[in-house]
């Protein structure tokens, strides 16, 4: 790994902390203020419109602009905005509509953090695909360690202290990233298309995606399981209060459950993929999460419902080493940002609809409906997407960057080996 990985390596990481403070934090910041699931509903759903409203468009700016630069200043943006529910508070007048819009200009800011990393790593790690399999394993198994093992028990603990103790402690952690990302080796940029306009550039990566029947199927299977995750996550803490008994402190243990399969499955991920073949080993894994999300549904104590999180967790972290490894190594870098911002956007604008979905089932009938409903979407989209990422598909899309004659290119050398599918 080059010398500037161990550093993205450590912003990611501290703010990946941050983050799992505030997803302990926020809901339950929530449900200091309110117990209607339509109003939580409002909160959790804010932070994905951005991706709805500007995914396209943010991915081609991404194309044009200096990586590293949009990723350090969003950063920077992103800890001073959280001063203001701090500062609300500390001052006792946090309410839902202020939490509502911190959420949304939280997301604008991830929207472009997060396209421009996953734009700047095959440019860092010269697009090996060996080497972009073991950075996403090694990311994710860190962002899982922080955000959900970590992190939650922590935003709990904090709010002992204050309300505004773990929104300060999330700033922190953003400005920190902000200063490392800002140290990282400069990488050149895309050389631009002639004239073309922003619009034109934003609909040339989404339809390169919607094309290329393997770049489709990788973007179906976050952007189904976002509207089933979500509607899980709005009811999650209230599901956890009023049917498994659990106070605050045993809710950050309970994401910190999911969090440590997370763990597992990006540390297996390359294992699997080479055992079962990417195409295959995806399939699994997204069989696995509608089977353990239905077990969390029908979980009659915590123990049985922090067992289905972790396994859960497991699918998740192991598709999320493997999906964002494989685009990486066959899209070109020319529209990395922008297929990487529409993959992002099909995910991030179903999940608005699965937090609504979550409240209206929760308010409508039950609050373990939304759990049933999310994993009978998960076990559909399952059979729907299976024929679109098989390892056959996976196998031709890198033989077309990478000439079979060709040893030293490093598209080559990627394990795809596995029963075909």
């Not at 309300?163 to 700033?171: E, G, H, T, Y």
């Not at 049917?243 to 999911?258: N, P, W, Y």
């Not at 922008?338 to 604008?349: H, N």
């Amino acid at each position: 790994m080059p010398a500037g990985f161990g550093r993205l390596w450590t912003a990611q990481t501290v703010s990946s902390l941050g983050d799992g403070v505030s997803h302990a934090a926020l809901p339950l910041l929530a449900l200091m203020l309110t117990r209607d699931p339509m109003a939580l509903a409002v909160v959790t759903a804010s932070g994905t419109l951005p991706w709805l409203l500007f995914g396209v468009l943010g991915g081609a700016l991404v194309d044009r602009w200096d990586r590293r630069r949009t990723m350090w200043v969003a950063d920077a943006v992103r800890a001073v905005l959280l001063a203001i529910p701090a500062a609300a508070a500390a001052l006792d007048v946090l309410s839902i509509p202020l939490l509502a819009v911190v959420a949304f200009l939280l997301g604008l800011g991830g929207l472009f953090f997060d396209t421009a990393a996953t734009a700047y790593l095959p440019d860092l790690l010269g697009r090996d695909p060996a080497l972009l399999e073991r950075a996403n394993s090694r990311l994710r198994g860190a962002q899982t360690t922080a955000s959900g093992f970590v992190g939650p028990p922590l935003g709990s603990a904090l709010l002992a202290f204050g309300r505004a103790v773990p929104l300060l402690f999330d700033a922190l952690s953003f400005a920190f990233s902000a200063l490392l990302v800002r140290s990282l080796p400069a990488t050149p940029r895309p050389s631009p298309e002639a004239r073309a306009s922003l619009l034109r550039q934003a609909r040339a990566g989404a339809s390169y995606v919607f094309r290329d029947r393997l770049l489709l199927g990788l973007a179906l299977r976050p952007a189904v399981g976002n509207v089933a995750f979500l509607a899980v996550e709005t009811v999650l803490a209230l599901f956890a209060h009023d049917r498994l008994g659990i106070d605050t402190f045993g809710f950050g243990l309970l994401l910190t459950a999911e969090a440590t399969g997370g763990l597992l499955g990006a540390r297996v991920a390359s294992f699997l993929g080479r055992r079962l073949g990417t195409g295959t080993t995806l399939t699994c894994t997204a069989a696995v999460e509608g089977c353990a999300i239905l077990g969390l549904a029908a979980a009659p104590n915590p123990y049985v419902a922090g067992l289905a999180l972790a396994v859960c967790g497991a699918g998740m972290g192991a598709t999320m080493v493997l999906a964002p490894s494989l685009r990486q190594a066959i899209v070109p870098a020319r529209l990395m940002g922008r297929v990487a911002s529409t993959s992002r956007m099909l995910a991030m604008c179903a999940a608005p609809f699965g937090a609504f979905l979550g409240g209206w089932l929760a308010t409508t009938y039950d609050v373990r409906t939304p759990l049933y409903a999310a994993a009978a979407l998960l076990l559909t989209m399952t059979a729907v997407t299976s024929t679109m990422t098989t390892n056959r598909r996976v196998e031709a899309a890198l033989r077309a960057v990478a000439p079979p004659d060709d040893p030293e290119h490093p598209e080559s050398r990627i394990p795809v080996q596995g029963a075909a599918a």
